[in-house]
Each structure stands twice: as C-alpha cells, then as structure tokens.
T-cell receptor, first 112, second 114 residues
Framework: GQQLNQSPQSMFIQEGEDVSMNCTSS?????WLWYKQDPGEGPVLLIA?????ELTSNGRLTAQFGITRKDSFLNISASIPSDVGIYFC????????????FGKGTHLIIQP | SAVISQKPSRDICQRGTSLTIQCQVD?????MFWYRQQPGQSLTLIAT?????????ESGFVIDKFPISRPNLTFSTLTVSNMSPEDSSIYLC???????????FGPGTRLTVL
C-alpha cells in the first residue's frame, strides 16, 4: 500500500526557533494535509493543500505541496510552548470520498 | 467545521467481549471514516462508513471483526468484536462536510483490553 515517509521523527528545539518537517511518498497524492495531535485528543487540521506547488500559510505555519505531488513540508516560525505535540502529514489520492494515508508523525518538544 | 463527538471517550474491557463506539456529528456530512491509532503509532484507516449500505474496508480489516453501521448522515457506529489485548488502541471517526473535501476528526475513543 501507499506509505508516507515523515521526518524527522522527533525534534528538540528552543523556544523561538523555527521548525521544519517534511513528508515524501513514492506515489502521487492529490491532496496533502497537516494535522497536530495533542495527548488525549483527536488530530486537528492545520493546513490543507490541494494544488501542486501551492504554498499556504496559517499564522506562523507555512506548508507547501510539492510540484511532483510526492512531497510536502511544514514550517513553524518562532516556536512557542503551545506548539508542542505530534504533527502528522496525510495524503489523499482522490477527493473527499477517499480516506487518508498518514505519516508516522513528528514529535515536537520545546525546551525552555 | 462540524462538531464531532464520540462515545465512550474511553473504556477498559475484558478479552472476548465486544464494544460499540458511537460517532455523532452536529450537521449532515457526506463521508464518515473510522481510523485506528495503536499506542505511540500513526493513524490507519479501517473503513469508510457508507450510508445505507455496507462499509468499505481497507486491507487487513474485516467486517466480522469491525462491523460498522451508518444509518443516516450524522451518525455511525464501529464495533470492535471478540476483543484481544492487541485491539487496545484509540479509535477515531472522521467526517467530510457537504461543502468541503477536508477531513475533520472526532476526539477519539481510548480502548484498553485486558
């Protein structure tokens, strides 16, 4: 089946630093999504990308849909303590009728 | 986005028993999905819950183990049957609204099987 390779697996950063994580796939996805999951909660949507090459921002978050449709990255600028959590990329082959394929997640830890 | 609730939020069950998890949405949605998240792992799609017809299961998941119902556009259930400790996971439903293809997730049901 399809797999998403997400890296890094974990990040230990200082508050105020910028963060970058990415996902790659051997197959094409037509939608890329980024979610954040806090302990005991369901994933919360951060950014959705629908077009190859698309660059979208949501506050301090910026994500891009790779031109080959096989990758995406998420950047977080000027990290703050509430950014701590697990970030997942997810890809969707078709439209809304398709389920999502998830990456393994990036665990973000912010050191004071 | 739609407000999604799940019941129960958590449960501890004995092996060999079954648990039915409910997913309720506050507005009509087009698609409903069920995912499993094993401890410390990512999310894996179990099945698509189809309104008025049998669910569509992903490879590795079967109806006898995970029967699913979706009687209308706002409600679905997932049953975990004949449970074993390996079924200990978080089970999450997600929905796609009528005006968007984006999936939103419920808070999850944390299941522990002893």
């Amino acid at each position: 089946g399809q797999q998403l390779n997400q890296s890094p697996q974990s990040m230990f950063i200082q508050e105020g630093e910028d963060v970058s994580m990415n996902c790659t796939s051997s197959s094409i996805f037509n939608t890329w999504l980024w979610y954040k999951q806090d302990p005991g909660e369901g994933p919360v949507l951060l950014i959705a990308l629908y077009k190859a090459g698309e660059l979208t921002s949501n506050g301090r978050l910026t994500a891009q849909f790779g031109i080959t449709r096989k990758d995406s990255f998420l950047n977080i600028s000027a990290s703050i303590p509430s950014d701590v959590g697990i970030y997942f990329c997810a890809g969707q082959v078709g439209g809304g009728a398709d389920g999502l394929t998830f990456g393994k997640g990036t665990h973000l830890i912010i050191q004071p | 986005s739609a407000v999604i609730s799940q019941k129960p939020s958590r449960d501890i069950c004995q092996r060999g028993t079954s648990l039915t998890i409910q997913c309720q949405v506050d507005s009509q949605v087009t698609m409903m999905f069920w995912y499993r998240q094993q401890p410390g792992q990512s999310l894996t799609l179990i099945a698509t819950a189809n309104q008025g017809s049998e669910a569509t299961y992903e490879s590795g998941f079967v109806i006898d183990k995970f029967p699913i119902s979706r009687p209308n556009l706002t409600f679905s259930t997932l049953t975990v049957s004949n449970m074993s400790p390996e079924d200990s996971s978080i089970y999450l439903c997600s929905v796609t609204g009528q005006s968007t293809d984006t999936q939103y997730f419920g808070p999850g049901t944390r299941l522990t099987v002893l």
